[in-house]
């Protein structure tokens, strides 16, 4: 028998997991040295993002990395959102001189 599984359609897949709506906050409350990466906290949004085989492979290695010569066990989901909150107060501090901005203008 050569059953396929049965998979969630895209409304169950784009649901919120809270009935709490996200909370707003304004860009001047925060300043880039409040910024952290959220941690090990339960979240309530989700998005998807796909990347290629190369940077899979980079963002484990950097994982393995953190955790072998660092004693610093983080999931990959951890490193990524650090790595979004370093690169915000990059962009909200150097504006167009941030590594987002300049980089982004190579592509």
Do not use: C, W
């Amino acid at each position: 028998m050569n059953r396929r599984p049965s998979l969630p359609g895209a409304a169950e897949l784009f649901r919120l997991t809270s009935a709490a709506p996200a909370p707003e906050v304004s860009s001047d409350e925060v300043t880039p040295q409040q910024r952290r990466g959220s941690g090990r906290t339960k979240h309530t949004t989700k998005i998807t993002v796909y990347v290629s085989d190369e940077e899979l492979l980079a963002l484990e290695q950097a994982r393995l990395v953190l955790r072998g010569s660092h004693s610093l066990a983080v999931d990959r989901g951890r490193v990524v959102r650090e790595a979004i909150a370093i690169v915000l107060d990059d962009l909200e501090t150097l504006g167009d001189a941030s590594l987002l901005v300049r980089r982004l203008r190579e592509q």
